[in-house]
């Protein structure tokens, strides 16, 4: 799999590239990411990329020259690109999972300022918010739906991790312990301990139904 992320600001990406995860998938050769500086393509003497919008308003405005030259320069059949913007669908890890599975090249355009030139959105295959509020640009989106994708692709992480992370099956994820087994009152559930793993994983799904009944009722409301 290939990412390419348009940024202004390069550096908010690359750091989030060389730990963890995502590190390790491209060392693996599992993904390719590459962090786009779309002002490199501005075609004015000044490299500028944005400008007042037509009509007045407040703020400074994404020309749409450098994104679509961008966009010439990298795209290809295989491409599928995606905006961040608020105005786009929520995403989840549905989304997640299809892009993951089905895509082989994303691009992902980070918007900035007050906005964009309504014209870049026709460049568009996906807009994508990731709530309802309001981020500076759409870096962080950006190494969010990065992420998400990342560490679904196979090789990544370890298949059982995945089939019973938060959101499988609309259910979020059970509850986990570790050693040591009494900390401060707080003692790790006896089923846990019995060695039946039959009965474990019984309870482990238990637990996940009463967690989304408790937590998350919509996800519960999803799955029906």
Same mark, same amino acid.
């Given at each position: 799999?290939?990412?390419?992320?348009?940024?202004?600001?390069?550096?908010?990406?690359?750091?989030?590239?060389?730990?963890?995860?995502?590190?390790?998938?491209?060392?693996?050769?599992?993904?390719?990411?590459?962090?786009?500086?779309?002002?490199?393509?501005?075609?004015?003497?000044?490299?500028?990329?944005?400008?007042?919008?037509?009509?007045?308003?407040?703020?400074?405005? #994404?020309?749409?020259?450098?994104?679509?030259?961008?966009?010439?320069?990298?795209?290809?059949?295989?491409?599928?690109?995606? $905006?961040?913007?608020?105005?786009?669908?929520?995403?989840?890890?549905? +989304?997640?999972?299809?892009?993951?599975?089905?895509?082989?090249?994303?691009?992902?355009?980070?918007?900035?300022?007050?906005?964009?030139?309504?014209?870049?959105?026709?460049?568009?295959?996906?807009?994508?918010? $990731?709530?309802?509020?309001?981020?500076?640009?759409?870096? #962080?989106?950006?190494? +969010?739906?990065?992420?998400?994708?990342?560490?679904? +692709?196979?090789?990544?992480?370890?298949?059982?991790?995945?089939?019973?992370?938060?959101?499988?099956?609309?259910?979020?994820?059970?509850?986990?312990?570790?050693?040591?087994?009494?900390?401060?009152? $707080?003692?790790?559930?006896?089923? $846990?301990?019995?060695?039946?793993?039959?009965?474990?994983?019984?309870?482990?799904?238990?637990?996940?139904?009463?967690?989304?009944?408790?937590?998350?009722?919509?996800?519960?409301?999803?799955?029906?």
């Amino acid at each position: 799999m290939r990412i390419d992320i348009l940024t202004l600001f390069p550096d908010m990406v690359k750091g989030f590239l060389n730990e963890s995860i995502i590190k390790r998938s491209i060392d693996k050769g599992l993904v390719t990411i590459n962090v786009i500086n779309f002002r490199e393509y501005s075609k004015l003497s000044n490299s500028q990329v944005d400008d007042t919008p037509y009509g007045g308003g407040a703020g400074m405005v #994404l020309r749409c020259e450098p994104i679509f030259e961008c966009l010439d320069d990298i795209k290809t059949p295989e491409s599928f690109v995606i $905006l961040t913007t608020p105005d786009g669908i929520k995403y989840n890890q549905s +989304v997640a999972k299809d892009l993951s599975l089905n895509k082989s090249h994303i691009i992902i355009i980070c918007g900035h300022y007050e906005g964009f030139d309504e014209r870049i959105r026709t460049l568009c295959d996906m807009e994508i918010s $990731l709530g309802d509020y309001i981020l500076t640009g759409g870096e #962080l989106a950006a190494c +969010v739906i990065t992420d998400s994708i990342t560490r679904l +692709v196979d090789g990544a992480i370890n298949k059982e991790s995945l089939d019973s992370e938060s959101f499988t099956d609309n259910l979020l994820d059970y509850p986990t312990y570790t050693r040591p087994r009494e900390y401060r009152g $707080l003692e790790v559930p006896d089923i $846990l301990l019995s060695g039946d793993h039959k009965k474990i994983d019984e309870w482990r799904n238990k637990k996940r139904i009463e967690k989304t009944m408790e937590r998350r009722p919509d996800l519960l409301e999803k799955g029906r």
